[in-house]
């Protein structure tokens, strides 16, 4: 063990995080299973699910992240974690009644959704407090690629259970694992760093200064614009993948979770492959090619069941999971690094609040699409619109940089205001 992986605090949050993203991708199967196997809904049901757990970034968003630069990370991560495991827990509960509904499956994946919101925020800037500068790329490529892992064995966990006991004992795993992180943050004890921040004035004001500051910065504006498109397009097709796979395709559902672990296979080599792209070829041409490279992935999603059975699906998705990990990792690391401490939360849920909030959007649009011309031709038509995405960062500011910039200065952010 290496580096920050010998940091035994760092270990504490590297472990929670890694068995909650475990139960959050068993989630991933059992919860769209649930809706169509046991409340017999079809693909927009399965979208609304989707729309439901990513629209708290729209309605919450910016002045959660303003609130969030606010106050000490450590609490917000907690108080989310015990909040996810009640409102998980309520659904096998309620399954086991006799008593759930449509209508509490939606408030279940909107409620967590909101703690999300807050938990993303929070560990966001909870890096950085902890750590320094130089080790926060190793720190994301640990925890992406952590969470590539779990996006292997929480589908194929999630599809067994369904098999073997039922899908709804799924959601049990998800909300123990929320209970895990929980104890995995409550045991660090390194205190964060205080930062400094300027007089506090209304919570509007300071989510207007976070939004200057990112409109006067072309780097991260050209992220963002392709993070929104990017993601509108994704959730598009990666929304129908479980519908897709049973109704089109003719996969068992215990197959189904393995088929959906394929996008974790290329993930884990991806997040650890990133600092060395970095070093090889620049950060800025990595991060391009590797965003570029996950949109024409997905061209080969709509072909499975076509032509060589599943493969087309497995070979799609492994080599899109890779990409967008890869370029994920240095984006993370490059956003933490640039924007000042102080700023971060804030500057971070403006560029999500346009990143995520085409998600919801995104979820639905392929659900009608579904529903009026079928799930592989909104699968294909959302892939293609992935693929061109591209476009917006091979035109952009970062199409002649080998490397990223460098941190903003204090000087410079004294004249963004």
């Known amino acids: 063990m290496t580096g920050i992986a010998r940091d035994p605090d760092f270990r504490r949050f590297w472990g929670g995080l890694t068995v909650s993203k475990l139960g959050s991708s068993v989630a991933t199967v059992v919860t769209p299973l649930i809706a169509v196997q046991v409340l017999h809904g079809g693909a927009l049901t399965v979208s609304l699910l989707t729309a439901a757990a990513w629209l708290p970034w729209l309605l919450i968003g910016l002045p959660a992240g303003a609130w969030v630069d606010r106050v000490a990370k450590r609490p917000v991560l907690l108080a989310c974690d015990a909040t996810s495991a009640l409102l998980v827990a309520s659904v096998p509960?309620?399954?086991w009644l006799g008593r759930l509904t449509l209508v509490?499956?939606?408030?279940?994946?909107?409620?967590?959704?909101?703690?999300?919101?807050?938990?993303d925020v929070a560990q966001t800037g909870y890096l950085p407090a902890m750590f320094d500068t130089d080790q926060l790329v190793q720190a994301n490529a640990l925890t992406h690629g952590s969470n590539s892992a779990t996006q292997i064995a929480g589908p194929a966990l999630g599809g067994a259970l369904a098999a073997a006991t039922g899908v709804v004992t799924g959601l049990v795993i998800d909300a123990a694992s929320f209970a895990v992180s929980f104890l995995g943050v409550a045991l660090i004890r390194r205190p964060e760093r205080r930062v400094t921040h300027a007089p506090r004035k209304h919570l509007g004001h300071e989510i207007r200064a976070g939004i200057r500051w990112l409109l006067h910065e072309p780097y991260l504006r050209n992220l963002m614009l392709h993070g929104a498109a990017a993601n509108l397009a994704l959730t598009g097709y990666t929304a129908l993948s479980v519908v897709f796979l049973v109704r089109d395709v003719g996969v068992d559902t215990g197959v189904v979770g393995l088929l959906l672990s394929s996008a974790g296979l290329g993930g884990v080599a991806a997040a650890g492959a990133a600092p060395f792209l970095t070093r090889r070829f620049g950060a800025a041409r990595a991060m391009v090619t590797c965003k570029v490279g996950a949109g024409l992935s997905a061209l080969l999603i709509p072909f499975a069941g076509l032509w060589l059975g599943v493969v087309p699906f497995i070979a799609g998705t492994g080599?899109?999971?890779?990409?967008?990990?890869?370029?994920n990792v240095i984006v993370g690391g490059f956003r933490q690094a640039y924007v000042p401490a102080e700023l971060l939360g804030r500057v971070l849920t403006a560029m999500q609040f346009v990143n995520f909030g085409t998600i919801p959007v995104g979820a639905v649009l392929g659900g009608a699409l579904a529903t009026t011309y079928g799930t592989r031709t909104a699968i294909g038509v959302m892939t293609v619109t992935h693929a061109l995405t591209g476009?917006?960062?091979?035109?952009?500011?970062?199409r002649t940089r080998r490397d990223l910039p460098a941190p903003v200065s204090g000087t410079a952010l004294s004249t963004v205001r």
Do not use: E, S
Request: neutral net charge.
């Open 104 to 119: 509490h499956l939606l408030a279940v994946a909107l409620l967590t959704g909101v703690a999300a919101v807050f938990f």
């Open 319 to 327: 080599l899109g999971a890779a990409f967008v990990v890869a370029g």
């Open 391 to 398: 476009l917006i960062l091979l035109l952009g500011p970062f």
């Open 93 to 95: 509960v309620a399954a």
